[in-house]
């Protein structure tokens, strides 16, 4: 017997989630905005003994929520915290003036929480330009 109630919706994107983290800013890949539904505000953890950034849903009451999807047009999203790139350079000994890193994001659904282990990041020249769905 055939019953639809156990199934749920599938949602197919191209590419990995990912977050770039350049001079400029750290972006997020519109695959994580998706994979994490689009949420409106975000709260953003550092784990520094593993070198593990985190961001979470959380509603816009919370103490340290951070905007995030600003509107349904939003493709990915940029934070340009000059203090938290400086915070992320010296913690991962990186030179961002030589190029950025890419890091491959994981969702846990019952954190609603994307994780980016900083430890496994790619590096990525300047002036590269970054393909989404080559993953």
Do not use: H
């Amino acid at each position: 017997m055939f019953e639809i109630e156990n199934f749920k919706k599938v949602n197919l994107t191209t590419g990995l989630p990912y977050m770039s983290i350049t001079r400029n800013g750290i972006t997020f890949s519109k695959n994580v905005i998706i994979k994490m539904g689009r949420p409106a505000y975000v709260e953003l953890l550092m784990n520094d003994a593993d070198k593990q950034i985190a961001i979470k849903v959380c509603d816009e009451n919370e103490e340290d929520a951070i905007q995030f999807v600003k509107s349904k047009k939003t493709i990915n999203v940029r934070w340009n915290n000059k203090d938290f790139l400086n915070t992320l350079s010296k913690m991962m000994g990186w030179s961002l003036d030589k190029g950025g890193y890419r890091v491959l994001g994981d969702w846990y659904d019952n954190e609603k929480a994307m994780l980016f282990e900083l430890s496994k990041a790619k590096a990525t020249l300047i002036g590269e330009k970054e393909n989404e769905s080559d993953d």
